[in-house]
């Protein structure tokens, strides 16, 4: 587009004929055959003008409609007063003060820069959300030595490791060694606590401290906190991943091809359309003295197509009510960011 006014342009004139001189009368007169040439030029430029013009305009919105993640990243924008207003709106009418008592949100449209929050001050507990960090970690240790993913570790016979009872799906056998390829898709899709106790023990030294510091957190803080975050501080994991900050190139894609496995479906993945894939890990911690429960879902939304980051956390009572918010709340904004608005 031009900066001038379009009513100030007459277009016809650009693609008038031009007006050529009367042929001469008499044989010792002779056309003006340079001004002609000049007028023929002036409008050869401007049809060419117009051309190449319109050329890259549609260039430059077929490349935008294309983009994802890897093409177009821009700094986090803050969010449209009214779209923020209306997600406001639908947290309270899903906090009913008893199934459903807290809830928070965190979205990043990664080809925008468009942003989305509710909730932002409220502390979770993260419970297997931060299984993540172990995937992530050994995928990069991966992308330098691809052969590190078929390396075998022997789960120990005995182990203080927070276990599931043996009759559990995917659960690891004492004595027994898996590959780490094996134990990565046993957390990422059954979220085995087993196996993301064997994975993270086994990471070298210093491993999970310098993947946090990429992600902008501190690992000392989020242990002494109790694994305790908001849900943009643990959103970072996601975004910094589309962001090329965190497991990049192949190392990214193993990781959206996991968590695209993952078994959980009732939250997040329950809220898109079935034709849209979906990269989540999902959390759950029940306080044992307590009917507290809280449950949480956070991944990016066609990883490898039009991404989003989106994250919701939820506390209350009934696992129930809290499955059908977070999947409220992703359809919601999936159809502000992704659907063509209805006529």
């Not at 052969?147 to 570790?153: D, I, M, N």
Request: neutral net charge; proline residues 7%.
């Amino acid at each position: 587009m031009t900066d001038c006014p379009t009513e100030t342009l007459d277009w016809r004139l650009l693609f008038a004929r031009p007006q050529l001189p009367p042929r001469p009368t008499t044989p010792n007169q002779k056309p003006p055959r340079g001004r002609n040439l000049r007028m023929w030029a002036i409008a050869l430029a401007a049809l060419v003008g117009l051309a190449i013009g319109f050329l890259l305009g549609r260039l430059t919105l077929s490349d935008r409609s294309k983009a994802g993640a890897h093409a177009v990243l821009r700094a986090p924008s803050p969010p449209q007063p009214d779209t923020q207003a209306q997600l406001h709106g639908l947290a309270n009418h899903l906090i009913d003060g008893d199934h459903v008592t807290q809830l928070s949100v965190y979205a990043e449209d990664l080809s925008t820069g468009a942003t989305l929050s509710e909730g932002a001050d409220t502390v979770y507990r993260g419970a297997s959300l931060w299984k993540v960090p172990t995937i992530l970690a050994w995928l990069e240790a991966a992308n330098a030595d691809p052969t590190l993913l078929s390396r075998p570790l022997a789960f120990p016979t005995s182990t203080e490791n927070d276990r599931e009872p043996a009759n559990t799906p995917g659960h690891l056998n004492p004595g027994q060694r898996y590959a780490v390829q094996d134990l990565l898709t046993r957390v990422a899709v059954q979220s085995r606590n087993d196996a993301n106790w064997l994975l993270k023990t086994s990471l070298p030294d210093g491993a999970m401290a310098l993947l946090y510091r990429r992600a902008n957190l501190d690992l000392a803080q989020v242990q002494a906190a109790d694994f305790q975050s908001t849900v943009e501080q643990y959103a970072r994991f996601f975004t910094a991943t589309m962001h090329g900050q965190l497991c990049s190139g192949s190392c990214a894609h193993r990781f959206w091809d996991l968590l695209e496995q993952a078994e959980y479906k009732y939250g997040l993945r329950n809220g898109i359309p079935a034709d849209v894939s979906v990269a989540h890990k999902f959390g759950i911690r029940q306080d044992p003295h307590a009917r507290e429960v809280q449950l949480h879902d956070c991944g990016v939304v066609d990883p490898t197509g039009k991404p989003y980051v989106l994250c919701v956390m939820t506390q209350g009572t009934d696992q129930a009510h809290q499955a059908l918010a977070l999947s409220t709340v992703a359809r919601w904004v999936h159809s502000q960011w992704r659907e063509a608005p209805r006529q």
